[in-house]
T-cell receptor, first 116, second 111 residues
């Protein structure tokens, strides 16, 4: 079974340019997360979707970041315009949420963004 | 105080040694606890959940101390392949359960 798929794996852009990341979760997983991970730090949640609804976007810098999961399956995360401080690894994860709670979250390999 | 605190290390231990990491959490309402493993430049992967009664999986033992609000991970007979960063994960009780990751503890097992 395919895991969480993210693309691209690496991206180098100049500051002030836009960038977009794509994530396809594990089939059947209704919950999707975008995390940001800086070097030497743990992943920090940016946004969590349950199906197509963003249930927690409190940590998403909404002035420049946006995300969508229109059909409740794959998702895109966009940054416009990118800043030097946005250089990090952007991780997507998915899990199955039921009334009993969340199953284990599986992560994609991440997109390593470098803003120059 | 951070929600989840870990010693970033690195912990450099010889092969065959026993090593333990602690992770403290600030929210007493926290209910679920996990250890994830992250290899260099790879994604985090679940190592094990931490149950109230403690649990063991081969050479790995996880324990929870609710009174002192910490969880621990013990690795016995360390292997070179255990070298990685170990992330502590905490999830509070409640309808929407936001997961918080620690910064991770780096383990380097040396020959």
């Amino acid at each position: 079974e395919a895991g969480v798929v993210q693309s691209p794996r690496y991206k180098i852009i100049e500051k002030k340019q836009p960038v977009a990341f794509w994530c396809n979760p594990i089939s059947g997983h209704n919950t999707l997360y975008w995390y940001l991970q800086n070097l030497g730090q743990g992943p920090e949640l940016l946004i969590r979707y349950e199906n197509e609804e963003a249930v927690d976007d409190s940590q998403l810098p909404k002035d420049r970041f946006s995300a969508e999961r229109l059909k409740g399956v794959d998702s895109t995360l966009k940054i416009q315009p990118a800043e030097l401080g946005d250089s990090a690894v952007y991780l997507c994860a998915s899990s199955l949420t039921t009334r009993r709670g969340d199953t284990e979250a599986f992560f994609g390999q991440g997109t390593r963004l470098t803003v120059v | 105080r951070k929600e989840v605190e870990q010693d970033p290390g690195p912990f450099n231990v010889p092969e065959g040694a026993t090593v333990a990491f602690n992770c403290t959490y600030s929210n007493s309402a926290s209910q679920s606890f996990f250890w994830y493993r992250q290899d260099c430049r790879k994604e985090p992967k679940l190592l094990m959940s931490v149950y109230s009664s403690g649990n063991e999986d081969g050479r790995f033992t996880a324990q929870l101390n609710r009174a002192s609000q910490y969880i621990s991970l013990l690795i016995r007979d360390s292997k070179l392949s255990d070298s990685a960063t170990y992330l502590c994960v905490v999830r509070p009780s409640g309808g929407y359960q936001k997961v918080t990751f620690g910064i991770g503890t780096k383990l380097q097992v040396i020959p």
